[in-house]
T-cell receptor, first 113, second 119 residues
Framework: QKEVEQDPGPLSVPEGAIVSLNCTYS??????FMWYRQYSRKGPELLMY????GNKEDGRFTAQVDKSSKYISLFIRDSQPSDSATYLC?????????????FGAGTRLAVHP | GAGVSQSPSNKVTEKGKDVELRCDPI?????LYWYRQSLGQGLEFLIY????????KSGLPSDRFSAERTGGSVSTLTIQRTQQEDSAVYLC?????????????????FGPGTRLTVL
């Protein structure tokens, strides 16, 4: 079993829809939770970062962490075609002197006009 | 400012050949990471450099893979005797600090990657 599980999709939604992306994990030592967005032929870029449990909102994006269930989510409101990308969850815990990131497989999202 | 750059952007090689992939991190970043991204597999950690400390090589899949970082800046990932299963996108990232004493995490900035195809 992988440490981080993420449904690869693809997920196709109409413009304006609310998108829900999720990851589950098995390592209870993870403390930091991130969402990266990766456009085609580009490197990932950090979208959201959350420490421990709770919610964090940034514009149309909301990240949720439920450590008791080992489950994290990213919600995108009023989705736009420009949101079409692969979304990768990543998490880390302090180990071996630094925070090593463990990534999910990524979910491909397509928002169509 | 300039981001992380990688070269070449694409590399096609024949099975058994050696390849070198280059990464130029953001100036002033002390930590540098290499990842491999295979189709549908997400990012797989390969190696981590932090300042002058010994690198964390725990993610290198075999002894055909090696990496070095000269002068605390540019890094080269070398794959010897390439195999078809080495075909993937190799991503480099850098961050300001790397270690954070468990108090937080600093952002990793990724380059565009090198797409390696082994025929």
């Amino acid at each position: 079993q992988k440490e981080v599980e993420q449904d690869p999709g693809p997920l196709s939604v109409p413009e304006g829809a609310i998108v829900s992306l999720n990851c589950t994990y098995s390592n209870s030592a993870f403390q930091y939770f991130m969402w990266y967005r990766q456009y085609s032929r580009k490197g990932p870029e950090l979208l959201m970062y959350t420490y421990s449990s709770g919610n964090k909102e940034d514009g149309r994006f909301t990240a949720q962490v439920d450590k008791s269930s080992k489950y994290i989510s990213l919600f995108i409101r009023d989705s736009q075609p420009s949101d079409s990308a692969t979304y990768l969850c990543a998490m880390s815990g302090f180990s071996g002197g630094y925070n090593k990131l463990i990534f999910g497989a990524g979910t491909r999202l397509a928002v169509h006009p | 400012g300039a981001g992380v750059s990688q070269s070449p952007s694409n590399k096609v090689t024949e099975k058994g050949k050696d390849v070198e992939l280059r990464c130029d991190p953001i100036s002033g970043h002390t930590a540098l990471y290499w990842y491999r991204q295979s189709l549908g597999q997400g990012l797989e950690f390969l190696i981590y450099f932090q300042g002058n400390s010994a690198p964390d090589k725990s993610g290198l899949p075999s002894d055909r893979f090696s990496a070095e970082r000269t002068g605390g800046s540019v890094s080269t990932l070398t794959i010897q005797r390439t195999q078809q299963e080495d075909s993937a996108v190799y991503l480099c990232a850098s961050s300001l600090v790397g270690t954070s004493g468990g108090r937080g995490t600093d952002t990793q900035y990724f380059g565009p990657g090198t797409r390696l195809t082994v025929l």
